[in-house]
């Protein structure tokens, strides 16, 4: 089977692409995807009832049969924007998508429920995905009284590197940050569970910096705890950025996808990157991965998925391989598509 995972869905107005696809756009990679994943980062609803005073998102519920017509077959709803406008909207969009065909992920009556893995049969394979975000207010998160997002909550700390600023005025502080021992945990029990009851786990992580084109310290370890306790496959996004690939006994870590569509036009858009990728990863009959690569995109003008032009995709390659030396298990690029080299 053919697993696919995608990053960011920021669908916020009627989408060109699933109404008349440009012979160059990524959905048709989609078209051969047995499961394909994403994260849909809007909560589309009719309810108006902002959960925060900075950015607040909302789209139109119809556009609910947009994220169906892209090819997905599950999204992440554990992410920093669902909840923007409370719960009722978000388990009413969640019901949405079920009707559509597309599974919501990560979402639960309380923290137990947002944590269970979802198990989807795809030919011979069972295949159980384990969602949880790193980011996004802690209201949003599910508790054992209270309903919404499988969260791990992350620490920070901040230290000062005395030696480099002493002449390098403006240094910036070293952050070291580290999920929380108990979150971590419920997290990979949730993990463990699936593996002694599917043929393929994986896990969906909204995690990271916006912006960020490395990923934070606590996404590397958690990355290798997800794949020790049972993960075949880890797809990562919220930076709005294409990050390296780790691998990780055998399994693919894909810690950032980048967007796959991004209809924002506030103040911020201009910041956001306009990469794209996809991560297509081989699954044999008995759950294993045998294969994993990352095709390399662009936005288009509405913030929809091409394909990267050559030039663009070297360049995009090499970037990430900068960011990502000394671990990264990207070995080569074949037009638009860089292979990575499981071990």
Same mark, same amino acid.
């Given at each position: 089977?053919?697993?696919?995972?995608?990053?960011?869905? /920021?669908? *916020?107005?009627?989408?060109?692409?699933? @109404?008349?696809?440009?012979?160059?756009?990524?959905?048709?990679?989609?078209?051969?995807?047995?499961?394909?994943?994403?994260?849909?980062?809007?909560?589309?609803?009719?309810?108006?009832?902002?959960?925060?005073?900075?950015? /607040?998102?909302?789209?139109?519920?119809? +556009?609910?049969?947009?994220? %169906?017509?892209?090819?997905?077959?599950?999204? $992440?709803?554990?992410?920093?924007?669902?909840?923007?406008?409370?719960?009722?909207?978000?388990?009413?969009?969640?019901?949405?998508?079920? =009707?559509?065909?597309? @599974?919501?992920?990560?979402?639960?009556?309380?923290?137990?429920?947002?944590?269970?893995?979802?198990?989807?049969? @795809?030919?011979?394979?069972?295949?159980?995905?384990?969602? %949880?975000?790193?980011?996004?207010?802690?209201?949003?998160?599910?508790?054992?009284?209270?309903? #919404? *997002?499988?969260?791990?909550?992350?620490?920070?700390?901040?230290?000062?590197? &005395? %030696?480099?600023?002493?002449?390098?005025?403006?240094?910036?502080? +070293?952050?070291?940050?580290?999920?929380?021992?108990?979150?971590?945990? =419920?997290?990979?029990? $949730?993990?463990? &569970?699936?593996? !002694?009851?599917?043929?393929?786990?994986?896990?969906? *992580?909204?995690?990271?910096?916006?912006? %960020?084109?490395?990923?934070?310290?606590?996404?590397?370890?958690?990355?290798?705890?997800?794949?020790?306790? #049972?993960?075949?496959?880890?797809?990562?996004? &919220?930076? &709005?950025?294409?990050?390296?690939?780790? $691998?990780?006994?055998?399994?693919?870590?894909?810690?950032?996808?980048?967007?796959?569509?991004? #209809?924002?036009? !506030?103040?911020?858009?201009?910041? *956001?990157?306009?990469?794209?990728?996809?991560?297509?990863?081989?699954?044999? !009959?008995?759950?294993?991965?045998?294969?994993?690569?990352?095709?390399?995109?662009?936005?288009?003008?509405?913030?929809?998925?091409?394909?990267?032009?050559?030039?663009?995709?070297?360049?995009?390659?090499?970037?990430?391989?900068?960011?990502?030396?000394?671990?990264?298990?990207?070995? @080569?690029?074949?037009?638009?598509?860089?292979?990575?080299?499981?071990?």
């Amino acid at each position: 089977m053919l697993l696919v995972g995608v990053g960011d869905l /920021v669908v *916020m107005r009627p989408l060109a692409h699933v @109404r008349r696809r440009p012979p160059d756009s990524l959905l048709h990679v989609l078209d051969g995807a047995d499961l394909a994943v994403g994260n849909l980062e809007v909560p589309l609803t009719d309810v108006d009832d902002p959960q925060r005073a900075d950015i /607040v998102l909302r789209g139109d519920p119809a +556009l609910v049969a947009d994220v %169906a017509g892209l090819g997905v077959h599950a999204v $992440s709803v554990a992410n920093n924007h669902c909840g923007d406008h409370g719960w009722a909207a978000l388990r009413g969009m969640a019901d949405e998508l079920e =009707r559509a065909g597309v @599974r919501p992920l990560g979402i639960g009556q309380d923290e137990r429920d947002a944590f269970a893995p979802a198990v989807l049969r @795809r030919g011979d394979v069972d295949v159980a995905l384990v969602t %949880a975000t790193c980011v996004g207010p802690e209201p949003y998160l599910a508790a054992p009284d209270r309903p #919404g *997002m499988a969260g791990v909550r992350v620490a920070t700390a901040y230290e000062t590197d &005395h %030696a480099r600023l002493a002449w390098e005025p403006g240094t910036p502080p +070293l952050v070291r940050t580290a999920a929380w021992t108990e979150d971590e945990a =419920r997290l990979l029990d $949730s993990v463990a &569970h699936a593996y !002694g009851a599917a043929d393929l786990v994986v896990a969906v *992580m909204h995690w990271g910096v916006s912006w %960020a084109d490395r990923p934070a310290g606590y996404q590397r370890a958690l990355g290798r705890r997800l794949v020790e306790a #049972g993960a075949g496959v880890v797809l990562g996004c &919220h930076s &709005h950025t294409v990050q390296g690939v780790e $691998s990780h006994g055998g399994a693919p870590i894909f810690h950032g996808l980048g967007s796959f569509v991004f #209809g924002y036009d !506030g103040p911020l858009a201009a910041r *956001m990157s306009r990469d794209a990728a996809i991560a297509l990863v081989d699954v044999s !009959g008995a759950g294993r991965v045998t294969g994993a690569r990352l095709v390399l995109g662009r936005l288009d003008a509405a913030g929809e998925p091409v394909r990267a032009h050559p030039e663009r995709a070297a360049l995009l390659a090499e970037i990430v391989a900068r960011n990502s030396a000394g671990w990264s298990a990207l070995s @080569r690029l074949e037009g638009d598509t860089l292979h990575v080299a499981l071990r």
